[in-house]
């Protein structure tokens, strides 16, 4: 499984960007689908996550109410809609896919043990 990230750009505060993660050799209804970002210095932090066929989506408490995760099934692709960006937003963001067995609930952890495959990541600048 292959994923790409695309979108990432240079906005101003307030201002919103749509990141898109297209998947190659393998359908991503059947996985758990995370958001995540990692800016300078910080440790890689979980954002959005969906649960398979995107029943159920969680977010991190820092982007609830700006952030939506949501898939285009026929497309085979996961997008994060990103709304009233800070500049805190400031970050290498990356799609991953979780392969281990659905637990009920999607995870904002990075584990990498359930995250097997992860994108190269799209830069999102947030400055004026």
């Known amino acids: 499984l292959q994923l790409v990230e695309s979108g990432g750009e240079l906005v101003r505060p307030g201002g919103s960007l749509r990141l898109s993660c297209a998947a190659s050799?393998?359908?991503?209804?059947?996985?758990?689908i995370g958001w995540f970002r990692q800016a300078p210095g910080k440790e890689r932090e979980g954002v959005s996550c969906?649960?398979?066929?995107?029943?159920?989506?969680k977010n991190s408490e820092s982007v609830e109410g700006r952030f939506t995760i949501t898939r285009d099934r026929a497309k085979n692709m996961v997008y994060l809609q990103m709304n009233r960006l800070k500049p805190e937003d400031t970050a290498v963001y990356y799609c991953?896919?979780?392969?281990?067995?659905?637990?009920?609930?999607?995870?904002?952890?990075?584990?990498?043990?359930?995250?097997?495959?992860w994108g190269q990541g799209t830069q999102v600048t947030v400055s004026s």
């Open positions: 050799g393998g359908t991503l209804d059947y996985y758990v």
């Open positions: 969906s649960s398979p066929v995107g029943v159920s989506t």
């Open positions: 991953a896919v979780d392969t281990a067995p659905f637990t009920g609930i999607c995870s904002l952890v990075p584990n990498v043990g359930r995250y097997a495959h």
